[in-house]
């Protein structure tokens, strides 16, 4: 069955205490190439049929709507999932 992928992150001038707790243990671990860490969340909706406009338009307006705050929260992608056969084939599994 295709998937649906919804990513949300939270809004960039917000202050993220989970990314900034993660960044702290990878400097602790000595990992300082990375400048910053911010923690969002994903939603994987597994669609009964074909997607096509209608089933992403309802998608778009669940994603700002349901799956996210928009007061803290950005819907950053919506996107179809690959399936693993296509993601394999390309090295991405």
Do not use: W
Request: proline residues 4%; hydrophobic residues 50%.
């Amino acid at each position: 069955m295709p998937t649906i992928i919804v990513d949300v992150m939270p809004k960039a001038e917000l202050l993220d205490p989970q990314g900034k707790a993660v960044a702290g243990a990878l400097k602790r671990l000595g990992k300082t190439e990375f400048a910053g860490v911010r923690i969002g969340r994903r939603f994987e909706l597994t669609v009964d049929g074909p997607i096509d406009d209608a089933v992403l338009a309802d998608v778009r307006e669940m994603a700002e709507s349901l799956l996210s705050n928009s007061v803290i929260e950005d819907v950053v992608s919506i996107r179809e999932a690959e399936t693993v056969a296509a993601a394999a084939e390309v090295g991405a599994v």
